[in-house]
C-alpha cells in the first residue's frame, strides 16, 4: 500500500516577503506605557484644545474685553496723573505685561472646572484606566491650558500694540514670552485642578477661584512695582509666581532689566510642583 505524500510545511515569512506586511494585524505592537505616553498625551491634550477653539472662537474675543478694559481705562488713565513711578517707563508699557500675565492667569486658575466635569460624565473614569500616568494626564491638560493662554496672550499684544505700547518682535524674545505664558500657565491650572482634588465640586471650586485670583494678581508686581509695597505684602510677591512671570514678560517685551535666570526658574519648578500636586490628587476626583 503506497503511502499518501504530505505537502510541505510552508516556510515562515521572509522579512521582506509580502506576508510580513500583514505581521501587525496579526500579533499588535506591545502597548506604551509609563513616561513613553507622555509626549503624546501631551500632544493629544492640546490638540483637543485647539479643536475647542476652532469651534468656538468667540471665547477668545470675549475673554479679551477684560484686559482691553484694564489697557484702555487703568493704563490710560493712570498714564494721564502719573501716580505710580516706574523708573522712567510709559505707565502703559509698564501695565501691558502686568495684564497679559493677569489674562493668561485668569484662563488657567478656572481649569479644574473641566475636570470636574470630565469627573461628572464619566470621561476621567475612563482615563484613569489607561496605562497613562497621572501626571501625564495632568501633564496634558495643563500645557493644554497653556496653549490658550499663549492666543489669548497673542490678542492682548494686538491690543497694546494698538495702543501704542512699545514693544519688541525680536523673534528669540517673543519664543521666550510663549515658554514663560505656558510655564506659568500650567503651573495656575494645575493649582486649579488641586483644589478640584480637594473640594470634588464645582461650585465650591469657583467660589474658591474667585477668592484667590484677584489676590494672586494685586499680590505682583503687575501694577506697580514691589518697591512700592509694605514690607508683607514684598513677602508674599516673592513667594507669587505670577511676579516671576510679570517680571520675565517685561524684560523679554519692553526690555526693563529682569532676572529672567531666576524668573524661569522659579516658574519650571513651580510647574513641576504643581504637576505632581495635582497628579496625586487625581485619584480623589475619580472615586
Not at 95 to 118: K, T
Not at 124 to 139: G, N, S
Not at 196 to 215: E, K
Not at 236 to 263: C, E, F, K, M
Request: charged share 10%; proline share 7%.
Amino acid at each position: 500500500m503506497s503511502s499518501v505524500p504530505v505537502a510541505p510545511r510552508p516556510a515562515a515569512a521572509e522579512p521582506g516577503s509580502p506576508d510580513s506586511r500583514f505581521a501587525l494585524l496579526l500579533e499588535p505592537p506591545p502597548a506604551r506605557t509609563g513616561w513613553r505616553v507622555v509626549p503624546a498625551r501631551v500632544a493629544a491634550m492640546c490638540a483637543v484644545e485647539l479643536q475647542k477653539l476652532r469651534h468656538d472662537r468667540a471665547e477668545i474675543y470675549t475673554r479679551a474685553v477684560q484686559p482691553a478694559l484694564w489697557l484702555l481705562i487703568f493704563g490710560q488713565t493712570f498714564s494721564r496723573i502719573h501716580a505710580i513711578p516706574t523708573g522712567g517707563v510709559p505707565y502703559l508699557d509698564f501695565l501691558a505685561p502686568g495684564i497679559i500675565a493677569q489674562s493668561a492667569m485668569f484662563i488657567a486658575i478656572f481649569y479644574g472646572i473641566m475636570i470636574i466635569w470630565e469627573r461628572d460624565s464619566g470621561v476621567l473614569t475612563k482615563l484613569m484606566v489607561t496605562p497613562t500616568p497621572r501626571t501625564a494626564l495632568v501633564a496634558g491638560k495643563a500645557f493644554a491650558a497653556g496653549v490658550k493662554a499663549v492666543i489669548q496672550a497673542a490678542v492682548v499684544i494686538v491690543i497694546a500694540v494698538a495702543l501704542g505700547v512699545g514693544m519688541t518682535w525680536n523673534p528669540l524674545r517673543l519664543l521666550g514670552v510663549v515658554v514663560v505664558v505656558v510655564l506659568a500657565s500650567a503651573f495656575f491650572s494645575c493649582l486649579s485642578m488641586s483644589i478640584a482634588g480637594i473640594v470634588l465640586t464645582r461650585d465650591r471650586l469657583m467660589g474658591i477661584g474667585q477668592a484667590i485670583t484677584m489676590p494672586l494678581f494685586f499680590a505682583s508686581n503687575a501694577l506697580y512695582p514691589v518697591a512700592l509695597m509694605p514690607g508683607w505684602l514684598q513677602a508674599i510677591s516673592r513667594a507669587n509666581p505670577l511676579s516671576y512671570q510679570v517680571d520675565a514678560l517685561r524684560g523679554l517685551l519692553i526690555g526693563t532689566p529682569a532676572h529672567l535666570g531666576l524668573d524661569f526658574a522659579v516658574l519650571v519648578l513651580a510647574a513641576f510642583v504643581g504637576i505632581v500636586a495635582a497628579g496625586s490628587l487625581l485619584g480623589r476626583l475619580a472615586r
